[in-house]
């Protein structure tokens, strides 16, 4: 896979996969997880080097089919979430797939998957059944909602968990009408996060201690810290000391501001950038004369009257005749781009961040590199992301079956390989 930066992260080179260099290189990963969520939290282990065995459904992961796609089962969301990675499609309802799955087991130092609990007992692959076959293995479980209450057992989905969350409503805050979802799929992204954070978290006590653990990551939980972190406000006192909500990210006036030709997004936060902008803007007799803009402490009760002050002053000149004051000194202001304006960003373009590679099945595909940079052990891109059950005889070789074996499961409908 040509990259826009020849060799940089150990990126592969067109026709081939790499060798992984980075820092988690010798790892192997069982994942059986769809959507996004788990996958992204893989995609991540993945890009450090693990080799990811992903097990799909005889179906393939649903996430193939979302978003514009030049052929059935290669959407650009899964290719994003499952480069990397390596893939095998199984009936796990069939002993002898199960039965694979326990054989890599043995030698895996992690699975990870997000499906039911009950569901995964049922199958013979819950933490019980994979311990016996690898007592040091991490078995990462992502669901809706703790084990440890009511919900438990719930089916979850990104917008279900936006709303439930408080991250919804959270737009009702800032003025909106009504509540929204972000038009992100937030909810699995954080999640994800948190999956890949613990799943490390547990590899490195396993290889301490050589014992493995299941892990639990709960997407509820997983929202609700973000947003009480920001927003539990006065109610984190007892008796309350205020409402709950932090104000200066609740104002309706903190958004991108408008200028002349377009928008700019800026943040005046500091003493010093309120000092200078005044300054900059030739009203410096704002800092002296106005008690409300002077502190923080005292901005802290004004923001809204701050915030649309600044968007009433932003309307008189471009964006690029903002961004040029606002460098010239040192204040925070950043353009707004449009998606499509992205891969073109300088900055974006210098670090290569932006590739153009070549898919065996796909053509020219763009996609982004890991924004991590590791000095000693660099991740990076070193498989394109995998064809529905494109690695399924190699995969099922390594489990220790005949070639025999499996070609009876495929035979049977049990196992496919693209």
Not at 2 to 27: F, M, V
Not at 317 to 336: G, K, N, S
Request: charged letters at 20%.
């Amino acid at each position: 896979m040509p990259s826009s930066e020849p060799g940089r992260n150990g990126d592969a080179t067109a026709g081939g996969a790499a060798q992984p260099t980075g820092p988690l290189a010798g790892k192997r990963i069982i994942d059986l997880t769809t959507v996004l969520a788990g996958p992204y939290a893989t995609q991540m282990a993945a890009d450090y080097g693990a080799d990811v065995i992903k097990i799909e459904p005889m179906e393939g992961d649903v996430m193939r089919l979302a978003a514009a796609k030049r052929h059935g089962q290669m959407g650009p969301i899964f290719m994003h979430a499952n480069r990397n990675k390596r893939s095998a499609t199984l009936n796990l309802k069939d002993r002898a797939a199960r039965d694979a799955v326990l054989k890599l087991c043995e030698s895996a130092d992690a699975l990870i998957h997000n499906v039911r609990p009950q569901a995964m007992a049922r199958l013979g692959l819950g933490y019980d059944d994979v311990k016996k076959a690898n007592p040091a293995l991490v078995y990462v479980n992502l669901v809706g909602y703790s084990k440890h209450g009511p919900y438990a057992g719930r089916p979850a989905y990104d917008d279900l968990i936006q709303g439930i969350s408080g991250m919804a409503s959270m737009f009702s805050l800032c003025g909106a009408d009504e509540p929204r979802y972000v038009p992100a799929v937030i909810a699995d992204r954080i999640s994800g996060l948190n999956a890949a954070n613990a799943l490390l978290a547990a590899l490195l006590h396993a290889e301490r201690t050589g014992q493995g653990q299941m892990v639990e990551v709960p997407m509820f939980e997983s929202l609700v810290q973000i947003v009480l972190g920001d927003h539990l406000g006065g109610l984190s006192f007892e008796p309350p000391a205020g409402p709950p909500g932090y104000n200066r990210l609740t104002t309706p006036n903190r958004r991108p501001y408008r200028t002349k030709d377009g928008f700019i997004g800026v943040l005046i936060y500091t003493d010093r950038h309120w000092k200078d902008f005044f300054h900059a803007i030739g009203r410096e007799h704002i800092w002296h004369d106005d008690p409300r803009f002077r502190t923080q402490a005292a901005r802290t009760e004004h923001y809204d009257t701050a915030y649309a002050m600044v968007a009433d002053f932003l309307r008189e000149r471009t964006t690029q005749e903002w961004l040029a004051l606002f460098a010239a000194h040192d204040l925070p202001a950043v353009p707004v781009h449009r998606i499509e304006e992205l891969e073109h960003d300088p900055h974006l373009r210098a670090t290569g961040f932006v590739q153009t590679v070549e898919h065996p099945t796909e053509g020219l595909i763009k996609q982004v590199r890991p924004a991590h940079d590791f000095s000693a052990t660099p991740a990076g891109i070193f498989r394109h992301a995998p064809n529905p059950g494109e690695h399924t005889r190699e995969i099922l070789a390594e489990a220790g079956l005949s070639n025999d074996d499996v070609e009876r499961l495929i035979e049977q409908g049990n196992a496919s390989q693209y």
